[in-house]
């Protein structure tokens, strides 16, 4: 493994101590409904309604528009983690899955609506919420 050689130190997770503090159902509830909700609200639900009133701005800008949504959003999940500060070179490798994310469910909000990128986001959390409890971290 390259942690343990030193090679790729992995920041610690803060989910364990998040879990510990307020409750395992709390975080399913969280992750898995509220969090996605507000995610998808303030990163994607712009993403088609100034198509109407400002389209030549909005077709113009839109690329730019969408990867700056999905990279503030891989940002805001920088609090995922608690040793950022030990390894600051590795928040590139940290943040790509998200922005991929971001940029990937921004598609399904534009092609497929609002609350179908919402349900592939909530999906999301539960599969990797579930793969992370039941390896036992």
């Known amino acids: 493994h390259l ?3 030193g090679l790729l130190p992995i920041p610690d997770n803060s989910l364990p101590d998040f879990i ?3 409750g395992l159902a709390t975080i399913l509830v969280a992750g898995v409904i509220v969090l996605p909700l507000f995610e998808e609200l303030i990163f994607r639900s712009y993403l088609t309604f100034p198509r109407f009133y400002f ?3 909005w077709l113009k800008k ?3 528009i969408l990867y700056g949504s999905a990279f503030i959003l891989a940002i805001a999940h920088l609090f995922n983690f608690s040793t950022f500060d030990k390894h600051i070179y590795f928040l590139p490798i940290a943040i790509a899955p998200k922005f991929i994310l971001g940029i990937f469910t921004g598609y399904i909000r ?8 919402y349900l592939f986001h909530s999906m999301h959390n539960l599969v ?4 992370y409890l039941i390896s036992g971290e």
Do not use: A, T, V
């Open 20 to 22: 510990d503090s307020i």
């Open 3 to 5: 942690e343990h050689n």
């Open 62 to 64: 839109f690329g730019y």
């Open 55 to 57: 389209s030549n701005y």
């Open 128 to 131: 990797f919420l579930s793969l």
């Open 110 to 117: 534009i092609i497929f609506g609002l609350s179908w990128s």
